[in-house]
């Protein structure tokens, strides 16, 4: 493994990526096309919630069906097995 040297003078910071950054100037073109971007944001934002919706409906609905076909059916009484009535012979003549 290498050592790297720390400098004691060089200071380590981050830049701030959490403040805003002031546009040089203002312009009407732009402004719409922030606004455009925003609505279409808020749209996929809906779309999302939708989803996430309908797989939690889903979902749901499959632990439904699984707790359903894992249970075994209700017994109502004794079952009846009834043997085959055999064909009746041939009779020779």
């Known amino acids: ?3 790297v040297p720390q400098d004691a003078s060089v200071p380590h910071t981050v830049p701030d990526v959490t ?10 073109g732009l402004e719409r096309q922030l606004e455009a971007t925003s609505l279409g944001l808020v749209a996929v934002r809906q779309s999302i919630d939708q989803l996430a919706a309908g797989q939690e409906q889903m979902k749901r609905d499959i632990a439904e069906i699984l707790d ?11 079952a009846t097995v009834r043997k085959p009535v055999p064909a009746p012979a041939p009779s020779a003549r």
């Open 1 to 3: 493994m290498i050592a």
């Open 19 to 28: 403040a805003p950054i002031a546009p040089a100037t203002s312009s009407p």
């Open 68 to 78: 359903k076909i894992s249970m075994p059916p209700p017994r109502t009484g004794a």
